[in-house]
């Protein structure tokens, strides 16, 4: 624009004098602040790039996944549904803070980039109102309130109608959906998996795929998960280690000076999982099994997982907890 007269873009004009221009840039019907840098095609605006928006119950992120320009800055909005607050917020796997409107900017886009949001329940809203249906699962029983729990909580259910099997063991694949499940379900981009041995039609294939692009499960070998395989107890507390700090954002590193020398098997812990070990039992979510073994190789039975689960999100996950 220059004297009140509109021109468009690549206009010539002629200025017998001195004139003030002013120029305004947008692309499609949004504002763009870093003009100049935009990726054009024959004239065209290209929009090279991609921000998915991976979705997961309790709560949603604004607007939908969408192609954008180079340059460009665009804001997305977290809202959490009710009796739901917004636990953690990852871009590219990263946690990131919203600002005072619970919103994330992505400023000047030069990539593709993801973000997800968790969302946790305030409180175990059907615990106090729950009825055993479980004949396996007595009031009497260790584990009677942590089947309460995670069966309230939607974390896991019966091996039947009438039979939850608390001694029996716990497949790898059940203990990541598990997880899965208690993060809203989420879908990430795409729709292969590198393990062979994990079919695109089980009920725990996005599971995984979520476990791996968020660092937390690993397979045998870059091909093999082994679902099936019983999932040890080290696997269990290193799987919910990882899970709790790059997923869920909790403070695990206050627990790295937790000492479990005590324990006579403490070297009979896999590499890479004393870090865990450390964290579950100062966090008092996981215990031995004595006073002085761990049974880091030893299967955990689902009565186990429910306790874990109990403790876990008593501790870190609910607003309100129901078990002290």
Not at 82 to 92: M, S
Request: hydrophobic residues 35%.
């Amino acid at each position: 624009m220059a004297n009140e007269e509109l021109y468009a873009a690549g206009s010539t004009v002629d200025v017998p004098t001195a004139t003030t221009f002013t120029a305004t840039w947008a692309i499609g019907d949004r504002m763009d602040p870093y003009p100049g840098d935009d990726s054009y095609t024959d004239g065209e605006i290209t929009y090279d790039f991609k921000i998915h928006v991976i979705q997961s119950a309790g709560g949603r992120i604004s607007p939908e996944t969408m192609n954008v320009a180079r340059g460009e800055t665009l804001s997305f909005t977290v809202e959490a549904s009710e009796g739901y607050y917004i636990k953690n917020v990852l871009v590219d796997g990263k946690s990131v803070t919203l600002d005072d409107n619970s919103a994330y900017q992505f400023i000047s886009v030069g990539e593709d980039h993801t973000i997800t949001a968790l969302f946790a329940q305030y409180t175990n809203s059907g615990y106090n109102s729950y009825i055993n249906k479980f004949a396996d699962v007595k009031t009497s029983d260790w584990f009677y309130n942590n089947v309460r729990f995670s069966y309230t909580m939607g974390l896991m259910n019966g091996t039947s109608a009438t039979t939850f099997s608390p001694g029996d063991p716990t497949a790898r694949a059940q203990f990541i959906t598990v997880l899965w499940r208690m993060s809203g379900s989420p879908v990430v981009p795409g729709s292969e998996c590198r393990f062979n041995d994990v079919a695109s039609g089980a009920y725990y294939y996005e599971a995984v795929r979520w476990g791996v692009a968020n660092g937390i499960i690993n397979g045998y070998s870059a091909t093999v998960f082994d679902p099936n395989g019983q999932v040890t107890r080290e696997q269990l507390i290193t799987m919910l280690f990882r899970y709790a700090k790059n997923y869920a954002g909790d403070d695990v590193a206050k627990y790295d000076t937790t000492n479990i020398l005590g324990y006579s098997d403490v070297l009979q812990i896999s590499k890479g999982m004393t870090q865990p070990f450390q964290w579950g039992i100062g966090a008092k979510i996981i215990s031995g099994t004595s006073a002085t073994t761990l049974t880091p190789q030893g299967t955990a039975t689902r009565a186990q997982v429910a306790a874990i689960l109990s403790r876990y999100c008593n501790s870190f996950v609910l607003k309100l907890p129901v078990m002290m």
